[in-house]
């Protein structure tokens, strides 16, 4: 288990000179915990249980140079309603797409539960002035997303210049006004679980409402025992200050049975209050899918072709 | 000193591997313990089918052809190994002349199967057979070796995947034939075998979504109810026989696809 380091309540600033101290990851029994996690059998009605949660907190998404309208389109249609031919299989969490999709997006949704995230902020590398990365989250909210998916900037993050991320992070936040605002930390690029769980803290300390694990842009995106860091590093901040910060793995996910495996761990680390589409979303774009295969599967007692699923 | 001789572990043959049964059960035949597969490793072998069709269907014919000979001369070498597992050596040569002809007339269904059709206007109209996809083999318990493999070659000569539920009283010959299949050049997964008990096993094939044919020969008396559950997705349904050599054992898991093509572009 790693260390719970002692956090100052409100995490104050200045960060730069206590940053690099607040504790280290114990690498090798994160992955023994994450792995022990992935193991725990769920029988028939849990896991039913688990689908059907899955399918609610998922993000639905597309993020690709050739996304239009009419892909957007089709993909809010899946969001509300994921099988057709199943009813009772709710509505996603939300649909995550580029900027200039959002209005079609939010137009599509529009008399339904599903939200509209938007990536922003120059994803996914992050690499633009903050002047720029402001506008793009204003005119996303202005255009009506109901949550914004920010990246930090991984460059000054790595270099120590921690304060910058953290303003960036904290006018963000700002600008977002109601919005929701997920941080991408791009675990793929901090390299250590060291400095993920700096990443996670100092993203928490400026305001996310979620941290989020990758932009799905990099090999190697979430991870077991990488989401299990992140939610230790929640689990510490809701212990010292009460605050509850919402999780968001993404990236790689792609089947039903994974999607299982980080509600157990997320269950097991955070507990109960936090199986929640408030608190805690899958990014996925392949997903949905498999988890619908497995639900009808449940159902209707055969195995499932993806050909009677549509693609996408 | 004596030399004590390697025991064979009876094992089941999914994705070109040589994996245990997912349950980790065997049951007992012909006096040995053999993998009793579960509907785990039905929809692993299925999953496996799947996955390596594009490939074994986009091969030209004249490969899979050469492919299958090779599985005769696999055969062949083992003569005497597979002797001991089934009816005698005469089985065994007649499996392998058998598989033979099969790989003949792969690249020869085309231009026996296909035409050319005549029709009123600038286009050309073709009919080309097509592999039907995934096919479930249900094997007939006599003969064990000529029986599985006259029903198992037609199917693969057309260049379909194949999961076989080996015969329940007599695996042995089945699992011998796996051998011969992964040291031959058929990618791994075309042709997945399951040992186990028939009745656990051929209604999770039967009724699988993602499986487009099933051969119920060695069904008995299971097959109305093997059939209903395969019309959920319309499943072709072949009663073959253990022992038939025909192309029209071929066709029957072909489709025959009708194209239209302008003609002068």
Known sequence: ?312 | MTRLPVKKTYKLFIGGAFPRSESGRTYEAEGQNVARASRKDVRDAVRAARGTLPKWAGMTAYNRGQILYRVAEMIEARTAEFAGLCTGRPEVERAVDRIVWYAGWADKLAQVLGSSNPVAGPYFNFTVPEPTGVVGVIAPDEPPLLGLVSRVLPALTGGNAVVALASETHPLAAIELAEALATSDVPGGVVNLLTGRRAELAPWLASHMDVNALDVTGADGDSPELERAAADNVKRVVHGDPDAQSPWEIASFLELKTVWHPVGQ
């Open chain 1, 1 to 312: 288990m790693a260390q719970a380091p002692v956090l100052p309540r409100g995490f104050e600033l200045p960060l730069e000179p206590r940053l690099p101290r607040i504790g280290s990851v114990d690498a090798v029994a994160l992955e023994e915990r994450a792995a022990s996690l992935a193991k725990r059998s769920i029988k028939r009605e849990a896991k039913v249980f688990a689908l059907d949660l899955a399918v609610r907190m998922m993000d639905l998404t597309t993020l690709e140079g050739q996304d239009t309208p009419g892909k957007v389109a089709a993909l809010a249609s899946k969001a509300i309603r994921p099988d057709p031919g199943d009813p009772s299989v709710p509505s996603v969490a939300a649909i995550c797409v580029y900027p200039n999709l959002v209005p079609t997006a939010v137009q599509r949704v529009e008399g339904s539960s599903v939200k509209v995230a938007s990536v922003a902020t120059a994803f996914p590398s992050g690499q633009s002035p903050l002047e720029a990365k402001l506008d793009e989250v204003r005119w996303v909210v202005e255009h009506g997303a109901d949550e914004v998916d920010m990246v930090i900037d991984r460059g000054a993050f790595l270099s120590g210049r921690y304060a910058k991320v953290y303003d960036e992070i904290v006018q963000v936040k700002e600008t977002s006004g109601d919005a929701h605002l997920k941080v991408i930390l791009e675990v793929a690029e901090l390299g250590t679980y060291d400095n993920v769980r700096r990443a996670s803290l100092l993203a928490m300390a400026a305001g996310a409402d979620f941290i989020k694990t990758s932009t799905g842009k990099l090999p190697g995106a979430a991870t077991l025992p990488v989401t299990l860091c992140m939610l230790e590093a929640i689990r510490d901040v809701h212990e010292e200050t009460g605050r509850m910060v919402g999780m968001k793995p993404a990236g790689g996910i792609r089947q039903a049975k994974q999607a299982v495996q980080y509600l157990v761990q997320l269950h097991e680390t955070l507990g109960p209050g936090w199986l929640t589409p408030d608190l805690y979303r899958l990014g996925a774009s392949s997903l949905l899918n498999d988890v619908l295969m497995q639900l009808r599967k449940e159902k209707t007692g055969t195995y499932q072709s993806p050909d009677y699923f549509t693609v996408d």
